[in-house]
Every structure is written in C-alpha cells, then in structure tokens.
C-alpha cells in the first residue's frame, strides 16, 4: 500500500506532465486545476498563487481556489500586511506556521493580518525558477491548525517551481508574440511605404521641366529660392501644366531629398477615406480596418508631401489639416494617441483659393497656412516658344516604345492655344506617333479650342476630318504642296530608293491613295 508521501510525489509528477507543452491560454485553468487537487489531497481549505508587483512592492493574487464555505483570495496583498512572509519568499525560503500563535516576534504584522483574514495554519513557497522569483504559492486552514510536515514542504516547494517555470515560458511567449506582432507592423509600414514611393513620379532635379521662356525660367528661379528652406509651398496653375513636376524639383533640391516624397491626390479621395490616408487608422477603427495602417504624414515624416488638388480638401476636414500644418500633430483614426509628423507640405491646386475663400468653400486661415510661398506654374500658351522643345522631348521619349522613328515635325503646333496644357500636348504627341506610318508626324484627331476665338484647330494629315485654317493654308493644302514639290523633285517616282514614297518617308500605295485623295496628278495626265 503508498504511503501518503508516495501519493503526494505521484501527484506531483502527474502534475508536472500536465504542464509540458500546456497551450499559454491553457495555463491559468491548468494552475487553478492544480490547486484545487493539491487543496483537496492536503485537505486544506484554500491554495493561492500570489506574484510580486514590482512597482508597487504588493502582490497580486492570480490564482486561487477554495473549499465550499470559504472565499478565495481575489485582491492585492500589501507589503505592509505580510513584511516577515515576503522577506522569507525573496529570500528563497519557505513560511512555515503550523499555528498562527507560534510565529516569531519577528513576524508580528504578519500574526495580526492572519487573524484578520481568520487563518490559523498556513504554508507559503517561492513561485521561483531559473534564480527568478516571481511570488509565492500557499495553503491555508481556517478551520484548524495543521502540522507542516517537512517531506510535504519540500514538494511543495517542487510544485513552486512547477508553476513558476510554466508562467516564465508563458512570459516569453508574450514577449516574442509582442516582438512579433512590432516586426510585422514594421513590415506593413515598410509594404505601405514601398507602396506609396512606387506611386510616385520622381524626376531628378529639373530633367522633366522643358523649355527656356522667360516665364518658366522665372518660375522655376522661385524653387531654387524655397526649396533650401521648410516653408510650406502653394503651385498654382492650370490642370496639365506639370505641377507635380514643380512639387518633385523642390522635394530633389531640398536638404529633405534623401527622404521620402509623398503624394495624395485630395481629388481621387473621397471625404470619408481622406481622414484615413492622411492620418492612418487602427484596427478596427471602421469596417474594413483589417489592420492598423500609418497615414501618408506618419511615412512622409522626415521628408516632403504633396497634397495635390489641394482645392477639392473636404472643408469638414480642413482643421484637422490645419492642424497638423500649424503643429505637426495628428491622431490616427480610431485613436486618441497625438502622433507627430516632421513632413515638409508642398500643396498644389488648379482652382483659385481667394474665389472660394471668398464663398466659404475653404477656410481662411489654412489658406494663409498653404500660401506662405506661392509659385504660379506659366500655362503653355504663355510659353509657346518650348513648344517645340517638349515636342522633341516627347518624340525621343516615346518612339523606341511605340516603335517608330520619327524625323520630320510640322511647325503648325505653336498655333495652337493648347487649353490642356502640357499634358494635352503629350497625349497628342503620343497619338500622332502612332498613326504616322513613316518618319514624319502627322497630327492626331482634331483638337478644339474652347477658349479661344481663332480656327486654329489640328486635324489629321490624311483627311479624317475636314481641314480647318492653319496659318492661312489648311492642312490639307499644306501637304499637297509638300507632296507636289517633293513628287516634282523625283520626277514623279513614287517607288524606288531616293524617290518620292521614301523621302516622304510612307508606303508608296498609301503615297497613291493619298495624292489620289488630294487630286494630286503628274502634268499631263488627269
């Protein structure tokens, strides 16, 4: 037959097998299981497992079960209440009272705590592994008193070390989830910057902005003058006119170059998205926040943003934006924590600001916050002599990727007032190429001019719609000279190396079909 002290170790080891590999949301219905078999095989009345504060100097009871009729520890234990028990645990000992009055003087504060709480027998352990302490378990009698047997201490100090190892590798499964969960929001904020840098249009220095006019050469003398210095910066101008080329030359010649360059299109937001992409959002701040997600100011820290079409900013949000601008200081949506965010603003709008200022469409005072250093970028019409510079820009940038070669350009585009700018001319560019079949640039569809009282309209080469006046002459007559004199000066070959098809530089039946179209003859046939 097992003696009892048998039982207790078999106890004992069936208790620390329960505890390997023990799941860490597990663990405290493990250890509360565990006290109340030990409670129940001591026949005791109350098992407690306390751990040390230590900030505060008190303990914290964590786990406790008690017998019918007796209440379990539930609240902080002070220091002051209990001074000789602690002293004993840090020290690595256990406390031992076979009877309350039996105690040292030593442990007189001790001895009247007791009585409060009405115990008369208790044993208390380390909850220590590893050279780390952690708190105490104990086992307390109300009822009666109780002889601690020394065999029983020491497995009870065995069954400290049982929980105490336990709750360790549930602190470091903590700290690794903790780490783990940082590194991957690391991750996320380093996925949404790459995110953001590759939707953005870096151009180095001045390499985009083409023309020598007086007017650009003045503009851009402005972002040589603010681009050294943190000031907030307004473009302003027309929709096509390269604004965001201006935004990048002052983001590439300031000391912030080396940071990111941050843009948001306030136009392609709608108001209630806005507050977020700026701001950044927290999990679960609405529906569709699957994750915590840093704004545009918080990746743009450091650097430059952009807030293009700045005039669309929903006026609700405006002092929020003020307020970030005027402070640096934000909150993500969803969290009371102000953020703060170094980030350089260059804002940039196609509307006039002092109109809806005027209508209470934008606030005054963000107003004056974005306009402390104005740049108004020159339409293309005030800048027709870099017409044929951003012509050849655009032809040498495109023909390797549209697969044609493109030599020969008619001079007719500066006539034109170009209402969409350089973006206009740049899609026109690009069409014409397309459908040009040899080395020469014939124009694209026809493009009106809505703000402007004169025919000059561009038009296709081979007839897609009627010819309007360029220059006095339609286009259409303007090729059918060109052909007849070239035609003329090869005596009327179409084919052949050096003849008219190839210096025209397109296939000698669509030459045919052309000068048929035209009523271009040889003299003497009809």
């Known amino acids: 037959m097992k003696s009892k002290s048998q039982e207790f170790e078999k106890l004992l080891i069936e208790l620390s097998a329960s505890f390997i590999n023990v799941d860490s949301e597990e663990?405290?219905?493990c250890i509360n299981d565990a006290l109340q078999r030990i409670v129940v095989?001591?026949?005791?009345e109350r098992g407690t497992v306390g751990q040390f504060d230590p900030q505060q100097g008190n303990m914290s009871v964590t786990h406790s079960y008690a017998v019918e009729g007796i209440e379990p520890y539930s609240s902080t234990i002070g220091g002051q209440h209990v001074p000789f028990l602690i002293q004993q645990i840090r020290a690595g000992k256990p406390f031992v009272c076979d009877r309350l009055e039996d105690l040292p003087t030593a442990a007189d504060t001790d001895k009247a705590f007791g009585r409060t709480v009405g115990v008369k027998s208790a044993a208390a352990v380390p909850l220590a592994a590893g050279g780390i302490t952690l708190g105490l378990v104990s086992f307390s009698i109300l009822s009666t008193e109780k002889k601690w047997e020394k065999a029983v201490v020491r497995r009870l100090q065995l069954l400290g070390?049982?929980?105490a190892n336990a709750l360790l590798r549930r602190d470091k499964e903590k700290e690794l989830k903790i780490a783990f969960a940082e590194i991957k929001q690391l991750k996320e904020h380093?996925?949404?910057?790459?995110?953001?840098?590759?939707?953005q249009v870096i151009s180095p220095h001045f390499e985009d902005i083409i023309g020598e006019?007086?007017?650009?050469?003045?503009?851009?003398?402005?972002?040589?003058?603010?681009?050294g210095t943190d000031s907030?910066?307004?473009l302003q101008g027309e929709s096509g006119t390269g604004k965001e080329l201006f935004a990048t030359s002052i983001h590439n010649y300031s000391q912030r170059s080396k940071q990111p360059l941050v843009r948001v299109n306030c136009a392609a937001l709608a108001p209630s998205l806005i507050e977020s992409e700026l701001f950044g959002h927290e999990k679960g701040a609405f529906t569709g926040a699957l994750k915590t997600r840093p704004g545009r100011f918080e990746i743009a820290d450091g650097g430059t943003i952009v807030l293009d079409e700045i005039g669309e900013f929903d006026?609700?949000?405006?002092?929020?934006?003020?307020?970030?601008?005027?402070f640096g200081e934000f909150e993500r949506v969803g969290s009371s924590k102000t953020r703060r965010s170094d980030a350089r603003i260059i804002a940039s709008t196609n509307r006039n600001l002092e109109v809806m200022v005027r209508r209470g469409d934008f606030r005054q005072d963000l107003y004056y916050r974005l306009s402390v250093f104005p740049i108004n970028v020159p339409p293309l019409r005030d800048r027709k002599q870099d017409i044929p510079r951003l012509v050849a820009y655009f032809i040498e940038r495109m023909k390797v990727r549209l697969g044609k070669n493109i030599t020969r350009v008619f001079d007719d585009l500066v006539l034109y007032d170009w209402p969409g700018n350089i973006r206009e001319l740049e899609n026109i560019i690009e069409r014409s190429i397309i459908i040009s079949p040899g080395t020469t640039l014939l124009l694209s569809n026809p493009v009106s001019n809505p703000v402007s009282n004169q025919k000059n309209t561009l038009t296709l080469a081979d007839g897609l719609s009627n010819s309007i006046t360029l220059s006095g002459q339609t286009l259409d007559e303007v090729q059918r000279e060109q052909i007849r004199l070239v035609c003329e000066s090869c005596q009327?070959?179409?084919d052949g190396a050096g003849n008219t098809a190839e210096i025209l530089g397109i296939n000698p039946n669509t030459l045919r079909s052309r000068m048929k179209k035209l009523g271009i003859a040889r003299p003497g046939k009809t």
């Open 27 to 29: 663990l405290d219905a």
């Open 41 to 44: 095989f001591l026949e005791v």
């Open 161 to 163: 070390e049982i929980f």
């Open 190 to 199: 380093a996925e949404h910057e790459n995110e953001v840098w590759r939707d």
């Open 213 to 227: 006019s007086k007017v650009l050469k003045s503009a851009l003398q402005q972002v040589l003058q603010v681009a």
């Open 232 to 234: 907030t910066v307004l």
């Open 315 to 326: 006026l609700g949000l405006q002092s929020k934006l003020l307020r970030v601008i005027q």
């Open 492 to 494: 009327w070959k179409i």
